[in-house]
């Protein structure tokens, strides 16, 4: 089988997906380089990420078919479901092929696949929007660490550089090892480069303990429901939040 | 008083208001110098032992009230510690948990602080601190103490994304049994005020007094009122208030009382089951005298009151799948907004099969009653009151141990 590889960003998987419609071998699977072990019976291909393809293809979704379309392939392309790529692709040739009409035909089981990881992607996010903590380092900067499974940070900064739009933070995302940074006029994404995973040493925040207290003082004894509250916030969120640690 | 305590305190006096949510109102956060936006579906930033979302710090200003409502837990002849925040306290509290994304913004109430008046006054103190001064665009919620005057409410609209007037409970007598001095026109004649100042703003192009809508509250078995009544008053309540949310809360026993009921544990099964009609109401255009009737006076424990209603209207079903229309498939079990919506979408292109249904995620053990997909029932299925009503009993009742489902309205941001 033939498969294309990418270096996991947006714009790589895009470079792919549009070098998808151009070749003539038709790939197998569209996936990210660092998450694959490269076999013997497969053939790979890698594709640098490409700025103008990338830009084509989304243009192409947002214009051929709908904005929906553009909305739904760019959430796709943050996923961590490792054949992402390949469900844009399958996604993509329906609607170029069918038409507008096809954007929700969810009984086709290559759209119906697309919106579920569209589905997952916005689950998690939306969630970390509540869950996600920023800590006070030093005067002034606000620092968030978390572990998302999607590549979460973009969104995540689209929303912060709005409501903390005169705080300085850095979102950063410990599973890809890469940070945003807002610099109170626009948010940029860095690799993140510590002497050690865990050097920054957080001073114990008075806020912190305001808030537990809250938390406890809030929570209704005889309604105890432990069940209930790990449905609404499974453990994995929990790692980096003040009232778990 | 140390502010840790102070907030150990009236916290714990303000949890038993349910209404912690966040949503209904949208703004981004334009100003160069200010803190906060606001999300139009609310934001849950933690959950209690409890199972309840927390959107917003919810805090009384003090818990040392005049009043001496029976139910209370801050009643003014009960033998509790007493505290009250400065409004300077209240505000920086909020702008330093906003920052830290612990909250959505304020929800902010009291006890009666010597007057309504008086209390209105310390409220809008604490909300113009954190508008004017401090530039806090997050959400507000606040309450309007009932018996404040007109300008007060008038005042504090401005300033909020949401006002609410608890009923506490849903009839007079009870009101006049467990509240004596709370008059019903005390509640009724604010909320007529916020009304008013809603429908006024309606007309201008930019809504800005209270945009995120009243609530309200009522306690669920304190006192003999029926479900009947008691969604009875939601559905008036919605009508001529335009109410956003009606919360429902069980009523726990904070306070011994000849006139309260001895309960040993809070009706949380039924208090779900109210939510869960009250959505009926609001999105799925079910009225009160359809899912209860004379002969009924309160919800079914066992059925949902869905699947409740659908047993005892079988004649109204089964609903074809591929032509019914948006309403229609909205009263079958098993399929709420999204996969009505996600069908109506789907069908345009495709015929819709049992298959396809159980892929969008229509919940099939209840849906499969009630339908049909291009002319037929699901196979070995029977079309028959009886047989439909016991295959549900039993498939909800192995749930019940599975599913913590109670108190799900903690959800509601």
């Known amino acids: 089988m033939l498969i294309f590889l990418h270096d996991g960003s947006s ?150 550089s709005d409501r903390m739009k005169n ?19 626009k948010y940029f994404e860095v690799p993140f480069i510590g002497r050690d995973k865990d050097s920054i040493l957080l001073e114990d925040d008075r806020f912190e303990k305001l808030w537990k207290e ?19 916030m499974p453990k994995r969120y929990r790692k980096y939040m003040t009232e778990s640690i | 008083m140390e502010l840790l305590e102070k907030l150990a305190i009236l916290a714990d006096a303000a949890k038993y208001d349910v209404a912690c949510t966040s949503s209904g109102a949208k703004r981004s956060n334009t100003a160069d110098d200010t803190l906060g936006n606001a999300v139009r579906g609310g934001i849950c930033h933690s959950f209690t032992a409890d199972g309840r ?78 508008r004017e001064d401090l530039g806090f665009n997050g959400y507000i919620h606040i309450k309007a103490i009932p018996g404040t005057d007109r300008k007060l409410i008038e005042k504090a609209g401005n300033l909020v994304d949401r006002m609410s007037v608890n009923v506490e409970l849903p009839s007079r007598k009870s009101l006049l049994l467990l509240a004596p001095e709370k008059k019903p026109e005390d509640v009724f004649r604010p909320m007529k005020l916020i009304y008013e100042g809603i429908s006024e703003e309606g007309k201008a192009v930019k809504r800005r007094f209270v945009p995120a809508g009243q609530s309200t509250q009522m306690i669920i078995g304190a006192t003999p009122d029926t479900d009947h009544d008691i969604l009875g008053l939601s559905e008036k309540l919605y009508g001529s208030y335009k109410l956003k949310r009606v919360f429902y809360s069980a009523y726990i026993p904070v306070v011994q009382s000849s006139k309260l009921p001895v309960v040993i544990r809070p009706e949380l099964r039924r208090e779900h089951r109210l939510y869960q009609a009250d959505w009926l109401l609001r999105f799925y255009g079910f009225k009160v005298n359809e899912l209860l009737d004379a002969r009924s006076r309160d919800l079914n424990m066992d059925l949902d009151p869905k699947c409740d209603w659908a047993i005892r209207n079988l004649s109204f079903f089964p609903v074809e799948v591929n032509t019914a229309d948006y309403l229609e498939l909205l009263r079958v079990p098993g399929i709420g907004i999204n996969s009505a919506r996600k069908i109506i979408q789907a069908r ?22 009630f339908i049909t997909c291009n002319g037929r029932m699901q196979k070995g299925l029977r079309f028959e009151q009886e047989y439909v009503k016991t295959s549900l009993l039993l498939s909800e009742n192995s749930l019940y141990e599975q599913l913590s489902i109670f108190g799900d309205h903690g959800n509601g941001v």
């Open chain 1, 11 to 160: 714009e790589g998987v895009f470079t792919c997906v549009y070098n998808a419609f151009e070749s003539k071998d038709k790939p197998g699977q569209i996936l990210n380089a660092d998450m694959t072990s490269q076999n013997l019976l497969d053939s790979y291909v890698y594709f640098a990420p490409d700025h103008k393809k990338a830009d084509q293809l989304y243009k192409a979704a947002g214009c051929r078919i709908s904005s929906a379309a553009q909305d739904l392939i760019y959430t796709v392309s943050l996923s961590c479901e490792p054949d992402a790529g390949g469900s844009i692709f399958n996604y993509l040739d329906i609607c170029f092929k069918k038409g507008t009409g096809y954007v929700f035909a969810y009984g086709e089981e290559a759209i119906l696949k697309a919106w579920q990881i569209r589905n997952n992607v916005m689950t998690e996010y939306h969630r970390y929007l509540g869950f996600l903590r920023f800590k006070k380092i030093g005067q002034e900067v606000y620092y968030a660490p978390y572990e998302p499974r999607n590549n979460l940070n973009l969104l995540l900064a689209e929303h912060f």
């Open chain 1, 167 to 185: 705080e300085k933070w850095i979102i950063h995302d410990k599973t890809r090892n890469k940070a945003v940074i807002y610099d109170l006029e």
């Open chain 1, 214 to 232: 809250f938390l406890e003082s809030v929570t209704i004894s005889e309604r105890t429901n432990y069940r209930l509250q790990l449905n609404n």
């Open chain 2, 53 to 130: 979302c927390v959107s917003l710090l919810k805090i009384l200003l003090s818990n040392n009230c005049a009043y001496n409502c029976e139910y209370c837990v801050n009643r003014k002849s009960n033998d509790i510690k007493r505290a009250a925040f400065t409004p300077r306290e209240a505000a920086y509290l909020t702008m330093e948990f906003y920052k830290r994304n612990y909250i959505e913004g304020l929800f902010l109430s009291s006890a009666v602080i010597g007057s309504p008046d008086n209390t209105m006054e310390l409220i809008i103190k604490t909300v113009k601190l954190l």
């Open chain 2, 348 to 369: 345009r292109t495709h015929r819709l099969d049992f298959d396809n249904l159980k892929k969008m995620r229509v919940v099939m053990k209840r849906a499969k009653y």
